[in-house]
């Protein structure tokens, strides 16, 4: 049913996805989705620039404008796109590469009509390499992530990037919501984490990215750091270490054969990682953590993957907010807070302000922030609302 006045047109059968190879791109009629057009474009060897897996491509790039770590390099908005086409509200066909086409993305202070229905979007394909692959930077500070971030974007280093907030990675990689509690308390007070910046890219990125001499998670750590999460808290690992911690901050990342004493640790495995599920999910959730692509970086940034714990407790809904590079209020997520207007006082406590997700775009010319409110659930209400 329509909310107003007005009629709800479904478009969800029409699944076609022409690939032009010669013009670097997909032609999609409106009805794809995000996870099955990534899966075709990785088929023919390509990557596109998507939102969550159930979303329908054409919606999230007229709606949304589309944002992702990858915006770091693929960027936002009209730059995910070649052309759009429409039936118009007269019944008229048109295309945005018109020259009297409206301007998807013009903005003005008033409220807009949509331009018609889009009945196809020709999206932009982008090369993959065999050598791509992910590495999680842990930081003190915020300010120190923004600096490396930074830094990075400016020197072109990475596909993607942005920082998370330990609220986020650790309500991502736990199966449970009691485990992300604990795995939280533990990356902030054990291990002094205060956030991580994820970065993707090729051998020559991770080479870059090597010469800053920065301790860092590498694929194979995050791995088993994954696998091996309800033995982050024991004494055999914290007493690890404990043993191998110096001045600089998590240098014990940077010690030669650490790999294997995290995994001998840990002892990481499917079986482990979901020992406190309920009996009967068990043997689902092992199975599916035993595929490999469930704790790659790469896939799960490129598919757009996202925990439905993520939003258990509270309510969630983002707020996107774009500022220059040399912004203080990039600088400082916590003053973010502000720009989403006056809280009433009765609300206050309720309202809970993880630091969500910052990322450089356009090579840190421009800086993009999540600082996503979350609305605590009133008691004996559910608060299953997944992300978005």
Not at 141 to 149: D, K, L, P
Not at 166 to 195: H, N, W
Not at 218 to 232: E, I, K, Y
């Amino acid at each position: 049913m329509a909310l107003g006045k007005g009629v709800v047109i479904d478009l969800s059968r029409m699944k076609g996805i022409v690939f032009d190879e010669k013009r670097w791109l997909a032609k999609i009629e409106p009805g794809v989705t995000a996870f099955d057009l990534q899966r075709e474009a990785s088929r023919h060897g390509y990557r596109v620039h998507v939102a969550e897996p159930a979303a329908a491509v054409c919606g999230s790039t007229s709606c949304s404008g589309l944002f992702s770590l990858f915006s770091t390099t693929y960027g936002t908005a009209a730059d995910n796109y070649v052309d759009a086409e429409f039936v118009g509200s007269d019944g008229s066909m048109f295309s945005l590469n018109d020259k009297a086409a409206p301007n998807l993305y013009a903005f003005d202070r008033v409220e807009q009509k949509a331009p018609g229905i889009c009945t196809a979007l020709s999206v932009k394909l982008h090369p993959k390499t065999a050598d791509e692959t992910g590495v999680l930077v842990p930081f003190a500070t915020m300010e120190q992530a923004i600096g490396f971030s930074r830094e990075c974007a400016t020197r072109r280093i990475g596909l993607a990037m942005g920082i998370l907030d330990l609220e986020y990675v650790s309500a991502f990689i736990s199966p449970t919501q009691e485990l992300a509690v604990k795995v939280k308390e533990i990356f902030a007070d054990r291990l002094g984490m205060a956030c991580m910046v994820l970065v993707i890219g090729d051998k020559y990125s991770m080479a870059a990215i090597g010469e800053m001499g920065l301790p860092l998670f590498d694929q194979r750590l995050v791995t088993a750091l994954t696998l091996g999460l309800p033995s982050l808290a024991s004494a055999r690992w914290l007493d690890l270490i404990h043993e191998l911690t110096e001045d600089e901050p998590f240098s014990y990342l940077k010690i030669r054969g650490f790999a294997e004493l995290a995994e001998a640790a840990l002892a990481p495995s499917p079986g482990q990682l979901v020992q406190d599920l309920d009996p009967e999910l068990r043997p689902f959730f092992e199975e599916l953590y035993a595929r490999p692509e469930l704790t790659d970086l790469v896939w799960l940034n490129m598919f757009r993957i996202t925990s439905s714990r993520i939003g258990r407790d509270r309510h969630f809904f983002p707020i996107v907010v774009y500022l220059p590079g040399a912004s203080a209020d990039w600088r400082n997520g916590n003053r973010l807070e502000g720009n989403c207007g006056p809280t009433p006082a009765e609300e206050q406590p309720r309202l809970h302000h993880p630091g969500g997700q910052r990322q450089a775009v356009r090579h840190g010319i421009r800086l993009l922030c999540r600082p996503d409110q979350r609305r605590r659930n009133p008691p004996g209400t559910a608060g299953n609302c997944g992300r978005r």
